[in-house]
C-alpha cells in the first residue's frame, strides 16, 4: 500500500508542475523563472511587467496565476526547461538570433533598449584611469567581467575586448572586489540598484561616471514555439499597457531617477556592434526606444507607425 500511495503522489506531483495545464480553478499558470538569490533584483521590473500584461489582458483571454519557479535554474538551462513546459513556461532574454529560432519572442522590448547602455561598476582605483579614456584604443586597454553564458560577453569578444569570464553571478561582484578585472559593465536598469544594495559588502564599488557603451540589446519575453496562446496573450496586455500609459509609469517608476542620474548626455559613447541580434527588431515602432537612444545610435531602419 505504502509503494502505491508514493507512486500515486509522484504521478500527482508532475500533474501539478506542468506549466501546460491550468493552474487552480481554471486560472492559466504562468511561470517564470526563481531569482538566483536573495539579492538578485535582475528580474522584478519584469515580473511586475509580466503581471501587468496579463492583467492588462485578463478581461480578453481570462484569470491567471503567475508564480515563480520551485527552485532556482541556471540560466544556461532556462531556455530548455520554458521550451519543455514542464517547470517553466516563460522567461526574459536580450534577443540573439538562436533564441528566435528555437523559441517565439514577444517583439516588445520590455525596457526600451536600455539594457544595452552599459555602465561600468568599478573599485574606487579605477575611477581616474577610466576618466582618461578617450578611444576605442585605450578602451581595449580594460579587463571587463561578464558572465559566462551571457551574450554581453560575445559582443565584447566580438568587439575584440579583453573579457573574464564568470560562471555565477553573485561572484562577478567578489571578483571586482578582488580586482579580478577592471570593470564590470551593467545595463543602465541595473546597475544603480545593485550598488546601492551591495555598497556595504562592498564599500570601494562604486559606479563610473566617465564612460558609456552601447549595443543593440533588446529584451523580449520568451515562450514555448507550441505556446503561441501565451505569446499573443502577453503581447496583447503590453500593447495595451503601452498605449493606455502604464507601461511608461512603470518603466518610469523603475527606471527614471537611474536615467536622470546617470548623465547621459555628458559620458564618452563607444558604440559596439551586435551581430547575434535577430531580424525581429527592424519591425518595431520608435515608441518602444528610449529618445536618447534613437538620438545618438543608428536606429533608421525602425518605424513611426502605431
Known amino acids: 500500500m505504502k509503494r502505491i500511495f508514493i507512486a500515486f503522489n509522484c504521478i500527482f506531483l508532475s500533474v501539478l508542475t506542468s506549466a501546460d495545464l491550468l493552474a487552480d480553478e481554471g486560472r492559466l499558470a504562468v511561470i517564470y523563472p526563481k531569482p538566483a538569490s536573495n539579492s538578485d533584483i535582475r528580474d522584478q521590473y519584469f515580473y511586475e511587467l509580466l503581471t501587468l500584461a496579463l492583467e492588462k489582458s485578463a478581461q480578453k483571454y481570462g484569470a491567471y496565476q503567475l508564480r515563480n519557479g520551485d527552485f532556482v535554474i541556471p540560466s544556461s538551462r532556462i531556455p530548455k526547461e520554458v521550451r519543455k513546459g514542464k517547470y517553466l513556461n516563460i522567461m526574459t532574454s536580450p534577443d540573439s538570433t ?47 567581467g561578464q558572465g559566462a553564458g551571457w551574450l554581453d560577453k560575445l559582443i565584447f569578444e566580438d568587439a575584440g575586448l579583453l573579457v573574464t569570464p564568470v560562471t555565477d553571478y553573485n561572484s562577478l561582484f567578489k571578483m571586482l572586489n578582488a580586482e579580478r578585472f577592471d570593470a564590470f559593465p551593467r545595463g543602465i536598469n541595473e546597475i544603480y540598484r545593485e550598488h546601492r544594495l551591495l555598497s556595504q559588502e562592498y564599500p570601494e564599488m562604486k559606479v563610473d561616471n566617465a564612460l558609456l557603451i552601447y549595443y543593440d540589446l533588446p529584451v523580449y519575453f520568451f515562450v514555448a514555439k507550441d505556446n503561441q496562446g501565451l505569446k499573443e496573450r502577453i503581447e496583447f496586455g503590453l500593447i495595451k499597457a503601452i498605449n493606455d500609459g502604464s507601461f511608461d509609469r512603470l518603466f518610469n517608476q523603475y527606471f527614471g531617477v537611474a536615467i536622470k542620474q546617470a548623465n547621459l548626455e555628458k559620458r564618452k559613447l563607444f558604440h559596439l556592434n551586435n551581430p547575434f541580434v535577430s531580424k525581429i527588431n527592424k519591425n518595431h515602432n520608435k515608441k518602444y526606444w528610449l529618445p536618447f537612444i534613437l538620438k545618438n545610435f543608428d536606429h533608421n531602419h525602425l518605424t513611426a507607425e502605431q
Open 98 to 144: 538562436e533564441l528566435s529560432e528555437s523559441m517565439l519572442a514577444i517583439p516588445i522590448p520590455l525596457v526600451k533598449g536600455i539594457q544595452g547602455i552599459r555602465l561600468m561598476l568599478v573599485k574606487n582605483n579605477q575611477v581616474d584611469r577610466l576618466a582618461k579614456i578617450n578611444d576605442f584604443v585605450e578602451l581595449k586597454t580594460l579587463n571587463f
